[in-house]
Nanobody, 116 residues
Framework: QLHLVESGGGLVQPGGSLRLSCADSKATSLSFYTVKWYRQSPGEQRELVAGSGRGGSTDYAHFARDRFTISRDPAKKTVYLQMDNLTPEDTATYSC?????????WGQGTQVPVSP
């Protein structure tokens, strides 16, 4: 069973960058899991940001393409979301999600307010 923990959120100015991290609290490798980042803004539905497949494939929401990068560090057992050129519209709680077969896990999320 995974206990996903996100980190790296915080207040950032428009045009700034953040790198979010997702890892299991018990240091279980995520290599065999498909891992996706989602976000949810107040009053909005949760939406997919980016995903990383087990074989190295990646996919992005239209708003994330060219600005966000999802990556894995197997040695650190961590999945990252690098976010560049942030705008106030990116303000949200960002959560990671991992699944394998019938097993699915969510983290608690990390807040990313983008404001001057």
């Amino acid at each position: 069973q995974l206990h996903l923990v996100e980190s790296g959120g915080g207040l950032v100015q428009p045009g700034g960058s953040l790198r979010l991290s997702c890892a299991d609290s018990k240091a279980t490798s995520l290599s065999f899991y498909t891992v996706k980042w989602y976000r949810q803004s107040p009053g909005e539905q949760r939406e997919l940001v980016a995903g990383s497949g087990r074989g190295g494939s990646t996919d992005y929401a239209h708003f994330a393409r060219d600005r966000f990068t999802i990556s894995r560090d197997p040695a650190k057992k961590t999945v990252y979301l690098q976010m560049d050129n942030l705008t106030p519209e990116d303000t949200a709680t960002y959560s990671c999600h991992a699944f394998l077969g019938g097993f699915t896990y969510w983290g608690q999320g990390t807040q990313v307010p983008v404001s001057p």
